[in-house]
T-cell receptor
Framework: DVKVTQSSRYLVKRTGEKVFLECVQD?????MFWYRQDPGLGLRLIYF???????EKGDIPEGYSVSREKKERFSLILESASTNQTSMYLC??????????????FGQGTRLTVV | KNEVEQSPQNLTAQEGEFITINCSYS?????LHWLQQHPGGGIVSLFM???GKKKHGRLIATINIQEKHSSLHITASHPRDSAVYIC???????????FGTGTSLTVIP
């Protein structure tokens, strides 16, 4: 019954490493999102994609990039990990907004620690 | 500027109590969601509302579109209800969601 799958639950990486977080959905959704969640700040949008090879910056894109080569997969890339990117990362997907009142489905989250 | 405000931030209740969590928003929306996040991070959707009221078991969600306000009620609370409850809105002008910072609920036996 899993709908949105994130590749790792826990990751520990070193400062300066290139980090890939993968998200796969099996619902044929157009929209996919990457958020980070920090205490007191809630979920903040990093990037989202509304179609294959299409992406838009969210509220906090600095230090991140994304890739969407296939509809079901949306990857978040930390080009050079830094300690301030230690956080919980959540992926979500939803149908296109023209199909109004659609739900978002979330992955289980990846807790990334950069040391 | 927070498009979605939740209250309270933290809530402790005795088992059996009736609980209310509030959400106010400042943008035009197509739908409002109540989400639940247990320790460990995974988020599940409890309700999606665009008007009126929905009930699922001991959970009730209401929305007042004119006042831009929603409430989540838990009747006969139980320790397994302990979680973070997050209000999220889908804006009516795009594909984005805005989230509240969450209400951390602890239900004590």
């Amino acid at each position: 019954d899993v709908k949105v799958t994130q590749s790792s639950r826990y990751l520990v990486k070193r400062t300066g490493e290139k980090v890939f977080l993968e998200c796969v959905q099996d619902m044929d959704h157009e929209n996919m999102f990457w958020y980070r969640q920090d205490p007191g700040l809630g979920l903040r949008l990093i990037y989202f994609s509304y179609d294959v090879k299409m992406k838009e910056k969210g509220d906090i894109p600095e230090g991140y990039s994304v890739s969407r080569e296939k509809k079901e997969r949306f990857s978040l890339i930390l080009e050079s990990a830094s300690t301030n990117q230690t956080s919980m990362y959540l992926c979500a997907s939803s149908l296109d907004r023209r199909l109004r009142n659609t739900e978002a489905f979330f992955g289980q989250g990846t807790r990334l620690t950069v040391v | 500027k927070n498009e979605v405000e939740q209250s309270p931030q933290n809530l402790t209740a005795q088992e059996g109590e009736f609980i209310t969590i509030n959400c106010s928003y400042s943008v035009g929306i197509s739908a409002l969601h109540w989400l639940q996040q247990h320790p460990g991070g995974g988020i599940v959707s409890l309700f999606m509302l665009s008007s009126g009221k929905k009930k699922h078991g001991r959970l009730i969600a209401t929305i007042n579109i004119q006042e831009k306000h929603s409430s989540l009620h838990i009747t006969a609370s139980h320790p397994r209800d302990s979680a973070v409850y997050i209000c999220a809105v889908r804006v009516d002008t795009g594909n984005q969601f805005y989230f509240g910072t969450g209400t951390s609920l602890t239900v004590i036996p």
